[in-house]
């Protein structure tokens, strides 16, 4: 029977993009590990020779994740102290690793965080919107069919709403949930976070779907939206929407119903003709 103590693994964050937002404590721990497991090698080695890590790295990423976990996990076993980055911020936040934690977590290996940079809590706090409650959702479905119906199953949610998007899709993501949440809907997006392009927009979706579209500047880079939730004001149309349509239709086909409670009340007419 062995004796060997099993190692430690260390849930390390990174930089989102200034490699100044790196902890004393990260960077000690990167320097003291047996290994770095990384989702993107060549990504990550220029930030750890900016700070003199010179730790071994091995490849996990989420093509690699499900093999190269139980090598892992051996190596822990055996004693080796391993930590794990993403290409930017807090592990598992839309990044691979949970395979690992998971794994590691059932076979006692002690898992440790190293807190640090997360484009969506970054975000959040810039953003303006209620942070006392929020749902982060990651990133939508890419078909924009998809994505619709993603969002439409979102468009009761009270809670402020954190998404993740792609550069070739932001203008298009937009675009859908002013569709789905409504024009007036509060939203900010935060673009290139910690980098020198770095913007923070806050206007309603009507107007910021616009803006993303009229300036393509702001379709690069990487982007956090953070959209508010359904708020009592909203409600209070949906109420006022369905009297009016209930009356309306009463005299009038549904959707033409429909649409002239939701000019009268200022309600989404997709809600209320989904009443129906």
Known sequence: MSSTTPGCLWVVATP??????????????????????????????????????????????????????????????????VALISDAGTPLISDPGFRLVRAARAAGIRCVPVPGACAAIAALSVAGLPSDRFVFEGFLPPKSAARRSRLQELAGEPRTLIFYESSHRVAESLADMRDVFGGEREAVLARELTKLFETV?????????????????????????????????????????????????????????AKLAAAISGAPRKELYGSE
């Open 16 to 81: 989102i993009g200034h490699r100044d937002d790196f902890s004393v404590r990260a960077i000690e721990t990167l320097r003291s590990v047996s290994v770095i497991a990384a989702e993107d090698t060549r990504h990550s080695r220029p930030l750890l020779q900016h700070h003199n890590i010179a730790t071994p790295l091995i490849a996990l990423h989420e093509h690699n994740e499900r093999d190269a976990v139980d090598a892992v996990v051996r190596r822990l076993l055996n004693g080796d102290s």
């Open 201 to 257: 927009l806050g206007e309603p979706l009507i107007e910021l779907a616009a803006r993303v579209v009229a300036d393509p500047d702001q379709q690069r880079g990487e982007h956090v939206i953070v959209v508010a939730g359904r708020g009592e004001e909203a409600d209070a149309k949906l109420v006022e929407g369905r009297r009016v349509f209930a009356i309306l239709r009463e005299e009038l086909p549904p959707a033409k119903a």
